[in-house]
């Protein structure tokens, strides 16, 4: 069984910054897909970010410009950058990791708190 940790939320101020990590315990090599979902108070989980094994990327229209999604192969993490926060990113940060039989691995997700 693949466990995933995801670490870096906190709270900040509106127009702060923080950086989410997220490291499962087998290679990162053996998923095609890393993605970032953010589950907001009394919403549903929704993508925000996503980086396939080869480097592409892609974001949710709320993140383009805001948002990095990018990974460190040596380090075996995928991190999410986010800058400009607004309160509408607070919420609790999933990590997903899909491998080449379609099977996802989350983590216990990472709250992300963001105060005016």
């Known amino acids: 069984q693949v466990q995933v940790v995801e670490s870096g939320g906190g709270l900040v101020q509106t127009g702060g910054s923080l950086r989410l990590s997220c490291t499962p315990s087998?290679?990162?090599?053996?998923?095609?897909?890393v993605g970032w979902y953010l589950q907001a108070p009394g919403k549903q989980r929704e993508l925000v970010a996503a980086?396939?094994?080869?480097?592409?990327?892609n974001y949710a229209d709320s993140t383009k410009g805001r948002f990095t999604i990018s990974r460190d192969n040596a380090k075996n993490t995928v991190y999410l950058q986010m800058n400009s926060l607004k309160a509408d990113d607070t919420g609790i940060y999933y990590c997903?990791?899909?491998?080449?039989?379609?099977?996802?691995?989350w983590g216990q997700g990472t709250q992300v708190t963001v105060s005016s």
């Open positions: 997903s990791l899909t491998n080449w039989a379609g099977t996802d691995y």
């Open positions: 980086i396939s094994r080869g480097g592409s990327s």
């Open positions: 087998g290679s990162i090599f053996s998923f095609y897909v």
